[in-house]
Each structure stands twice: as structure tokens, then as C-alpha cells.
């Protein structure tokens, strides 16, 4: 049973469109999180939810919009896709907004623009 | 701010020979430290974590870190290395809310 379940694995798409990341955790956890991972690997926090509250919006450009139904699930939307935006998303869970608590991680979506 | 920086972007150790992976942080208060792997072409899964309870974290897979206070370092070692040890490994901290990564260090394993 997948702890944290992403859709799409790999997105490839052209310059301009609208795509959208799905995020699902079924471990009960009340926060969430977008991670972006570039080209060299780094892993930046984007945006952190709990209880479907945001409660982190890094510098993001605003053509990213989360959106968190429920506490189970965070979606992710990209308006106006650039070539900049292609880079692997991780979403994440976690009990709560504790430090000390593990995160648990998606298997990304590789984003690839065109 | 916390951060942390993790000294060398890219190890190469034999089997069976001793891994250290480094880690240094930045904090002014006690920190929440974690290491996570990343193997090729998946998330990253936790190897273990710091939280004040005891400086010498033992984790998955033989992997342990021990927290240096004086040092301000939370170095990763595992005494014999395994092919299938082959990774990208991240340490990060965390204020609370979201983890700060470093870098990472990939670690390639020679037969």
C-alpha cells in the first residue's frame, strides 16, 4: 500500500500549457508539502499545508497555485509552463507541522518542458 | 536562518570500506537533523534523525550519525560499504514546517 502516491510519473508537456500534479497520503498525517528538485539535485520546500491550511509559500512564482481538498491530498497547478519549470516534484507528508517529525516522500513527478 | 552544508558533492568508496559522509549545520537553536537517501529515479526515504534524545543516532540499513555539538556537525558512517549502498544521500534540517536540505553527496561504491 503506497504511503504517498503521485500522478502523473512523468509529465512532458510544451511551453505555455496548464498542467496539474496530483498528491495522495493515506497515513493519516494532518501536513503536506511540494518540494521542487533541480537539474543538480537541489530540493527546495515550495509549499507546506496543514489541515488543508497553507502555512509556506516560498518565493513561487504565482503561476503555481496549490490546492488541498482535503488533508489527504495536495494538488499541485502550473499556469504558463516555462522551461524553467521542468525539474522532478515531490510531494510529502508528514504527522504534523512538528520539526522533529519524519517526512514521507512521493516518488516525484518528473516534469519535462518543451 | 538554519542550513546546513554538506562537504563534497560526490564520494567513492570500495566495498567494504568505511563510509563517512559530512555535514555540518548552522543553527541557534538545538536543531532537528535527518538524513535522507535517494535512490536513482525514486523519493527519498529516511535513514535517520536527530532530535535531542541521544547524540549517537543509529539508522537504517547499518547507517549511524553522531551529533557534535562543539562541532556543529552530524556526520553520516556505516563501517563497511555495499554495492547497494550506491545513492544520493541529503541531510537536512528542520526549524519546524518543512525540511532545509544541503546539497547532497552521491556515493558511488567500487567492486
Known amino acids: 500500500d503506497t504511503a504517498v502516491s503521485q500522478t502523473p510519473k512523468y509529465l512532458v508537456t510544451q511551453m505555455g500549457n496548464d498542467k496539474s500534479i496530483k498528491c495522495e497520503q493515506n497515513l493519516g498525517h494532518d501536513t503536506m508539502y511540494w518540494y521542487k528538485q533541480d537539474s543538480k539535485k537541489f530540493l527546495k520546500i515550495m509549499f507546506s499545508y496543514n489541515n488543508k491550511e497553507l502555512i509556506i509559500n516560498e518565493t513561487v512564482p504565482n503561476r503555481f497555485s496549490p490546492k488541498s481538498p482535503d488533508k489527504a491530498h495536495l494538488n499541485l497547478h502550473i499556469n504558463s509552463l516555462e522551461l524553467g519549470d521542468s525539474a522532478v516534484y515531490f510531494c510529502?507528508?508528514?504527522?504534523?507541522?512538528?520539526?522533529?517529525?519524519?517526512?514521507?516522500f512521493g516518488p516525484g513527478t518528473r516534469l519535462t518542458v518543451l | 536562518a538554519q542550513s546546513v552544508t554538506q562537504l563534497g558533492s560526490h564520494v567513492s568508496v570500495s566495498e567494504g570500506a568505511l563510509v563517512l559522509l559530512r555535514c555540518n549545520y548552522s543553527s541557534s537553536v538545538p536543531p532537528y537533523l535527518f538524513w535522507y537517501v535517494q535512490y536513482p529515479n525514486q523519493g527519498l526515504q529516511l535513514l535517520l534523525k536527530?532530535?535531542?534524545?541521544?547524540?549517537l543516532v543509529k539508522g537504517i540499513n547499518g547507517f549511524e550519525a553522531e551529533f557534535k555539538k562543539s562541532e556543529t556537525s552530524f556526520h553520516l558512517t556505516k563501517p563497511s560499504a555495499h554495492m547497494s549502498d550506491a545513492a544520493e544521500y541529503f541531510c537536512?534540517?528542520?526549524?519546524?514546517?518543512?525540511?532545509?536540505f544541503g546539497k547532497g553527496t552521491k556515493l558511488s561504491v567500487k567492486p
Open positions: 510529502a507528508s508528514s504527522q504534523d507541522v512538528g520539526g522533529g517529525n519524519e517526512q514521507f
Open positions: 537536512a534540517v528542520s526549524p519546524g514546517g518543512n525540511l532545509i
Open positions: 536527530y532530535t535531542s534524545a541521544a547524540t
